[in-house]
């Protein structure tokens, strides 16, 4: 009796624990969507960052995160956002757009090509 007991509460703690960190990463997301809006563009990266860290698997976080630091000129953090974001939906149309770009303007043609 004792295991079952003890076996629900941690999984009431588990699942509130996850519901927390979806809400946490969907906060630091739209503060980030604001900053970005003002303009204040390294303040926005940081909250993108909150929010894949509260939700390693957000892709939209990881292309606003890409695009603000573009906007920073900080083409290395913003390249390997978009190649994370990459990684986890393969047939995102923004981020092959992105990376493109990325690939011809550093000159990695063959990597632009495939």
Known sequence: ???????????????????QNADSS???????L????????A???KN???????????????IKNGQANLEMSRVYEANQNFEKA????PEN???IKQLTQLYFNNRQYQKAID
């Not at 969907?26 to 980030?32: A, D, V």
């Not at 604001?34 to 563009?41: D, F, P, V």
Request: proline share 2%.
């Open 34 to 41: 604001a900053k970005n809006e003002s303009r204040l563009y």
């Open 86 to 89: 990459y990684q986890l939906q």
């Open 1 to 19: 009796m004792k295991t079952i007991i003890l076996s629900l509460f941690f999984c009431f703690v588990t699942h509130f624990l996850i519901a």
């Open 93 to 95: 149309n923004e981020v």
């Open 26 to 32: 969907q906060f630091y997301f739209k503060e980030g």
């Open 48 to 62: 993108f960052e909150k929010a894949i860290f509260h939700n390693p698997n957000f892709i939209d976080a990881y």
């Open 43 to 45: 303040m926005a990266s």
